[in-house]
């Protein structure tokens, strides 16, 4: 008789939207298998399985769920004022964390080494929840930059943003100070870094700026745009926004040539700007637009998949592997770092700041 392939336990630490959609993932791939749900109460992790029909066990309180040793995983949606204490909490009892973005600090990326430095330690895996990265898209354009396929990169255009009334901007955990401090700089341009991070190959920059911010009564971040400066003359361009219309795309400019992706957050019909994207399946992300000097443009069409599924996969070959590279949490450290710096500049009125490795 066949072994039984085995399947990893996820546990969820929360009850948010977007923990429905990583359940569906989970659902979807052949090596997980979603074991529990915890939140602050026993009565709303239940109400959550019946709502979205689980049968799976459900916990009262975060720290019920990590102490269950039948649990291999762990995704943590939870504001970024709390996922500093939950993910140590979490690698100190052995799970391996998938940690929704953006990661702790806004003002330097201490803690985040400090959690990377523990998961060596515990040899735990860990990788943040930005999905567009594990599509096999994103991975043919990572590849086609590694054969320098467009020459050398001149510059990346990336924005992300959606349409948020006053009301509800003010009424939003995103513009509570206490539990998301950089607002919609870490939370949509986190993504615009990410592009450009792609795009550039995760090559260091040379200093940043932001252009244009705007601010809500309490201080949150609720628009953003601003420049990353390379070394000859090269820049990304980067923006996030709560109050602009949806936009959802990057652009990858070389010397030969260039690409252009839309949906690259929310997948191809651009589902990022309905709020039901956090409760539906990623309807797949497939086609992008290369332009080669002198020829006419083309669109590449892909087999649609679903990012958020190839994410957990990944994640999960991680710890089936026992990779001990650490290479999704040094990106992570690295985007982490555009966002504080960019913040910084924020916080000095638009001046130009220097990268520090350090910070």
Known sequence: MAEQKKKYNFGILSTANISIKLAQAIDDSSDANLYGIASRSLEKAQKWTKENNYNIKTYGSYQELLDDQNIDLVYIPLPTGYKYEWAVKAAEKGKHILVEKPLCGETDTQQLQQLLKLCKEKNVQFMDCTMFVHSPRTLQIEEKLKNQELGQICQVIAGFSMYFSPENREENIRSKL????????????????????????????????????????????????????????RIAYVDG???????????????????????????????????????????????????????????????????????????????????????????????????????????????????????
Request: net charge negative; hydrophobic share 35%; glycine share 8%.
């Open 241 to 359: 926004s709560y109050c602009e219309a949806l936009r959802d795309s990057f652009q990858i400019v070389g010397e030969k040539g260039n690409l252009r992706v839309t949906g690259f957050v929310g997948g191809d019909n651009e589902e990022s700007g309905k709020l039901s994207v956090y409760t539906h399946r990623f309807k797949g992300a497939g086609s992008y637009v290369q332009a080669m000097n002198m020829e006419q443009a083309q669109t590449i069409n892909m087999e649609k998949t679903d990012q958020v599924v190839c994410m957990v996969n990944d994640f999960v070959d991680l710890v089936k592997n026992n990779d001990q590279s650490q290479k999704w949490g040094k990106r992570t450290q690295m985007n982490q770092s555009f966002v504080v710096h960019l913040y910084k500049s924020v916080q000095e009125n638009g001046a130009v700041v220097k990268f520090d490795e350090n910070l």
């Open 178 to 233: 206490d539990l998301e401090p950089l607002g919609a700089l870490g939370d949509m341009t986190w993504y615009s870094c990410m592009a450009t991070n792609v795009g550039f190959q995760f090559e260091k920059p040379e200093k940043f700026q932001a252009l244009s911010w705007k601010k809500a009564e309490n201080g949150s971040i609720y628009q953003f745009s601003g420049a990353i400066f390379y070394s000859n003359n």
